[in-house]
């Protein structure tokens, strides 16, 4: 009996190909698809970010921290720290992030407004000029 390497099926002895799945008999595709030189580890599935200097990190939660201070900061104002947290952690990501950009953009576009916004509000107040003092 000859046993396939790809699937596992006894095949009659003299057959060239598998009688189920058709894969040549003495060659497997599965063991092909792998190099010996390259070590495979499951720490390296699915991840990206800067792999060449070891970091496996793509900031999803800076950037998702970002965003949420950002949008806390641009809707709860008087929030300065909140806000420039958002800007700050929003950089961090942007910069770094690979798959997260945009949630970084969002944290460090709205923390921004939300402090030009905050400072103008309290330039008015200051003033006497504001609606909500």
């Known amino acids: 009996m000859a046993v396939c390497n790809n699937c596992g099926h006894d095949n009659a002895d003299g057959k060239v190909f598998c009688e189920n799945c058709g894969s040549e008999l003495g060659?497997?595709?599965i063991l092909e698809q792998y190099s010996v030189d390259e070590p495979f580890s499951a720490s390296t599935v699915g991840t990206t970010g800067n792999v060449e200097n070891g970091n496996y990190n793509d900031y999803k939660t800076i950037c998702l921290?970002?965003?949420i201070f950002g949008i806390a900061g641009f809707l709860i104002n008087p929030l300065y720290l909140v806000s420039l947290a958002?800007?700050?952690?929003?950089?961090?990501?942007?910069?770094?992030?690979?798959?997260?950009?945009?949630?970084?953009?969002?944290?460090?576009?709205?923390?921004?407004?939300s402090i030009i916004v905050q400072f103008f509000f309290d330039l008015f107040c200051t003033a006497g000029i504001g609606f909500f003092c």
């Not at 958002?86 to 709205?110: D, E, F, H, P």
């Open 27 to 29: 060659t497997s595709k």
């Open 86 to 113: 958002g800007i700050v952690l929003g950089i961090i990501g942007q910069i770094n992030s690979v798959n997260y950009k945009t949630w970084a953009m969002v944290g460090w576009i709205c923390g921004g407004v």
């Open 65 to 67: 921290l970002a965003m």
